[in-house]
């Protein structure tokens, strides 16, 4: 199987790449990415629900800081507009197999 693959509306060849992860320790929950995003697939949730499982063990006060989480994955699009607009790189892409 290959790669899936579109077209522009100029006729080039455009492939999606499809959000795989959300890095929330960088996150400064901003929103930017949630209000860009055309298919919902964002939200945003108070940073001790998102790192429960990886506590922050430093000591920091910052757990009622809102982030970003990946509510609806199976919903991405791949159009990449959420890693445009955000100012601290935390997303992680990846092509889909067709």
Known sequence: MGT?????????EWVPQFVS???PKKCIGCGRCY??????VL???ER???LLADADEDGDDDDEMM?????NGAD??????CGRVCPKDCY???VAAG
Do not use: H, W
């Open 76 to 81: 991405c699009i791949g159009c990449g507009a």
């Open 48 to 50: 001790s629900e998102q």
């Open 4 to 12: 899936i693959t579109g077209r522009t509306r100029g006729g080039d």
């Open 21 to 23: 992860f959300l890095d």
């Open 35 to 40: 209000k860009v995003c055309p298919r919902n």
């Open 43 to 45: 939200d945003l949730v």
């Open 92 to 94: 992680t892409y990846e």
């Open 67 to 71: 982030v970003m989480t990946i509510a």
